[in-house]
Nanobody
Framework: VQLQASGGGLVQAGGSLRLSCVAS????????IAWYRQAPGKERERVSC?????????YADSTMEGRFIISKDNAKSTVYLQMNSLKPEDTAVYYC??????????????????????WGQGTLVTVSS
């Protein structure tokens, strides 16, 4: 199981970025994928998750749900995180991860991704004010 995240960069507040997470050696037909982030000096926190079964999406809170959109393309083995109306507090390293299960149960239960065994290398998002 391998995940590779990309798409981060420097953007001004109010701007947008789209992150990509490419999965290899497994199929998104059976694995849910989540996005987490870790800001400097802070704990890792959940962002969003998409299930493998029916593509149900989850967000950590209403502020993310209103600005971020998670989606996937099974044929390309890629999960996307479209981030709009970015704020300086969104600055963090963003990681994609899977717990090898089809649903987002662990994502919804634990905030820090404690039981996610496979992680991508992370991509840095910097939002300037």
């Amino acid at each position: 199981v391998q995940l590779q995240a990309s798409g981060g960069g420097l953007v001004q507040a109010g701007g947008s970025l789209r992150l990509s997470c490419v999965a290899s050696e497994f199929t998104l037909d059976y694995y849910a994928i989540a996005w987490y982030r870790q800001a400097p000096g802070k704990e890792r926190e959940r962002v969003s998750c998409i299930s493998s079964t029916d593509g149900t999406t989850y967000y950590a809170d209403s502020t993310m749900e209103g600005r971020f959109i998670i989606s996937k393309d099974n044929a390309k083995s890629t999960v996307y995180l479209q981030m709009n109306s970015l704020k300086p507090e969104d600055t963090a390293v963003y990681y994609c991860a899977t717990d090898s299960g089809p649903l987002c149960t662990q994502f919804n239960t634990y905030s820090g991704g404690e039981y996610f065994g496979f992680w991508g290398q992370g991509t840095l998002v910097t939002v300037s004010s």
